[in-house]
């Protein structure tokens, strides 16, 4: 009795999920190789036009958390030395009090930053929002986050068109490693999303 071949499927999913997990790499380091270069010290940075804090968690009392802290911490020496720049504060504002621009808002005022200077962005829900809502290019950028995000940032920004350098705030990864695993999977989301956006206009009349 002739045996019946062994079905091809078991192959074809073996080899798309291989095709997924290198594609997934690749678009992964892209991203951060791309924004890496991007990243420089203060004293390296020629003045620019904004400095851009995009939000992270707030508590209960309205306190930074450890993350935003660190980002608000290195905005407040940025805007120390640069004292025409202006300073956006990015992030997620929710009714009953949750407010991340209004946290880094208080924190830069309480030490001695005008507020004139800063512009809250209380629809920042995004690192893709955060730049998106500066608008058009128009001058130097510098954005302030952690290490392990500041590649992404950077890339976005760069992407939009701004002259953009970005800062490091703090050291280590405040939060747990979940938010090193999240921003590999983040990476390959945006870049995707990305390349899908553009094919869709490229397809528009």
């Known amino acids: 009795m002739a045996t019946r071949p062994a079905s091809r499927w078991p192959r074809r999913l073996?080899?798309?999920?291989?095709?997924?997990?290198?594609?997934?790499?690749?678009?992964?380091?892209?991203?951060?190789?791309?924004?890496?270069?991007?990243?420089?010290?203060l004293d390296q940075v020629a003045e620019p036009a904004f400095i851009l804090v995009p939000?992270?968690?707030?508590?209960?009392?309205?306190?930074?958390?450890?993350?935003?802290?660190?980002r608000v911490e290195v905005a407040l020496d940025a805007a120390r030395?640069?004292?025409n720049a202006r300073v956006v504060l990015s992030g997620t504002a929710i009714a009953g009090g949750y407010d991340e621009p209004l946290a880094m808002y208080n924190y830069l005022v309480g030490h001695g930053i005008d507020s004139e200077r800063l512009i809250l962005d209380r629809k920042g829900t995004s690192t893709r929002e955060s730049i998106r809502n500066l608008g058009a290019p128009s001058g130097r950028l510098v954005?302030?986050?952690?290490?392990?995000?500041?590649?992404?940032?950077?890339?976005?920004?760069?992407?939009?068109?701004w002259e953009v350098a970005g800062l490091v705030a703090g050291k280590g990864t405040p939060g747990g490693w979940e938010n090193i695993l999240r921003e590999h999977a983040v990476?390959?989301?945006?870049?995707?999303?990305?390349?899908?956006?553009?094919?869709?206009?490229?397809?528009?009349?």
């Not at 073996?14 to 420089?40: K, N, T, Y």
Request: charged residues 20%; aromatic residues 14%.
């Open 55 to 70: 939000g992270a968690s707030v508590f209960r009392s309205g306190q930074p958390s450890p993350v935003l802290r660190q």
């Open 187 to 205: 990476r390959v989301a945006n870049l995707w999303e990305l390349t899908f956006d553009r094919l869709r206009a490229g397809g528009r009349d």
């Open 143 to 161: 954005v302030v986050s952690q290490k392990w995000h500041l590649p992404r940032l950077v890339w976005i920004a760069q992407d939009r068109g």
């Open 81 to 83: 030395v640069w004292a």
């Open 14 to 41: 073996g080899a798309g999920a291989l095709f997924f997990v290198v594609a997934a790499g690749c678009s992964d380091f892209w991203v951060w190789w791309s924004g890496r270069r991007g990243i420089s010290d």
